[in-house]
Nanobody, 126 residues
Framework: QVQLVESGGGVVKAGGSLRLSCAASGRTFSLSAMAWFRQVPGRDREFVATINWRADNTDYADSVKGRFTISRDNKKNTIYLQMNVLEEQDAAVYYC???????????????????WGQGTQVTVSS
């Protein structure tokens, strides 16, 4: 019944910015950490960023540090990914994920996440 829906993807030129959103509906994931992953066809799904419930702890893949920022608004049941200085290698389908209720520990592992969105496409052109 729980659903995560990503939005905000699109086509941008290299060096541009996008802000992705992930809204949770139905069942809530109180106290849970959430994350963003991305996947390119033919490759494994890749960790991007994660944030704990209180938003006082985050973790980023080295490839996006300094360019991407993850945040959340628990009152709106929404997390965000601000992506700046986009590069061609950032092009992918971006997925939102949530850990189970009460699991706030940060993780880079896909298996630690219980719920997933359908993904939103980010295309970066040169």
């Amino acid at each position: 019944q729980v659903q995560l829906v990503e939005s905000g993807g699109g086509v941008v030129k290299a060096g541009g910015s996008l802000r992705l959103s992930c809204a949770a509906s139905g069942r809530t994931f109180s106290l849970s950490a959430m994350a963003w992953f991305r996947q390119v066809p033919g490759r494994d799904r890749e960790f991007v960023a994660t944030i704990n419930w209180r938003a006082d702890n985050t973790d980023y893949a080295d490839s996006v540090k300094g360019r991407f920022t993850i945040s959340r608004d628990n009152k709106k049941n929404t997390i965000y990914l601000q992506m700046n200085v986009l590069e061609e290698q950032d092009a992918a389908v971006y997925y939102c994920a949530a850990r189970a209720v009460g699991f706030s520990r940060l993780s880079r592992k896909m298996d630690d996440y219980e719920s997933w969105g359908q993904g939103t496409q980010v295309t970066v052109s040169s």
